[in-house]
């Protein structure tokens, strides 16, 4: 097997507690305690970068695409956002980690599919 390395930077975001105080609102029957939705978190490829200020820039640009995907992962149609998305608003419900590096480990080709929206 051989292991590729990915022209890609990555941005885990994981939610913060306004968020699985909104995701138990929304989805009172599923599991969403802080703790359990921390526990994965979703990886989103951005241009490769090699400083800082590149996961600064690209959050700056795709915070908002981020945060609508989060939602919709609970409220696919919207109707239980909040009412005004902002970039202050999404750092308080949403932790970053910067991942320098990508590496693909699979044997499989990538598949993209792209999602509406």
Known sequence: M??????????????????A?????????EETDLATLRMEGTVYLIDEVEEESGFVQALSRDWRQIFEN????????????????????????????????????SAEPLLRAELEG
């Not at 051989?2 to 968020?19: E, F, G, H």
């Not at 239980?80 to 999404?90: I, S, T």
């Open 70 to 105: 989060e939602l919709a992962a609970w409220d696919e149609y919207g109707d239980e956002w909040p009412e005004k998305l902002d970039q202050m608003m999404f750092e308080r419900w949403f932790e970053a980690d910067p991942q320098v590096l990508a590496f693909d480990l």
């Open 21 to 29: 105080d909104w995701a138990a609102r929304v989805a009172p029957d």
């Open 2 to 19: 051989t292991i590729k390395l990915l022209n890609r930077s990555a941005i885990v975001i994981r939610p913060k507690q306004p968020m």
